[in-house]
């Protein structure tokens, strides 16, 4: 069993940053993909970008590309999401997940989501 609890979201102004946490509970974790999704209201949830265990892979979705970064450190047992540039259009809750099985096809354990609200 893993738990996720991300931090790091709030109010930001249109063209700041913003760093995103997830700690993760478990000795596994190192062995996990990783995975940031968000949920704007009335939207559905929607990819934002995942990483694979070792941190060497990763892939964004294209409307936050060159402006996001995800990271991770398997010594702290956290994964980041760096977000900088941002629009009123990132506005959204947050989650990372977590998939044991490596294929970013199978995030089973997810966090309870953070708030993230960017002014125009």
């Known amino acids: 069993q893993v738990q996720l609890v991300e931090s790091g979201g709030g109010l930001v102004q249109a063209g700041g940053s913003l760093r995103l946490s997830c700690a993760a509970s478990?000795?596994?974790?190192?062995?996990?993909?990783m995975g940031w999704f968000r949920q704007a209201p009335g939207k559905e949830r929607e990819f934002v970008a995942r990483i694979n265990w070792s941190g060497g892979s990763t892939y964004y979705a294209d409307s936050v590309k060159g402006r996001f970064t995800i990271s991770r450190d398997n010594a702290k047992n956290t994964v980041y999401l760096q977000m900088n540039s941002l629009k009123p259009e990132d506005t959204a809750v947050y989650y990372c997940?977590?998939?044991?099985?490596?294929?970013?096809?199978?995030?089973?354990?997810w966090g309870q989501g953070t708030q993230v609200t960017v002014s125009s």
């Open positions: 997940a977590a998939d044991p099985r490596g294929s970013f096809t199978s995030y089973i354990y």
């Open positions: 478990g000795r596994t974790f190192r062995n996990y993909a």
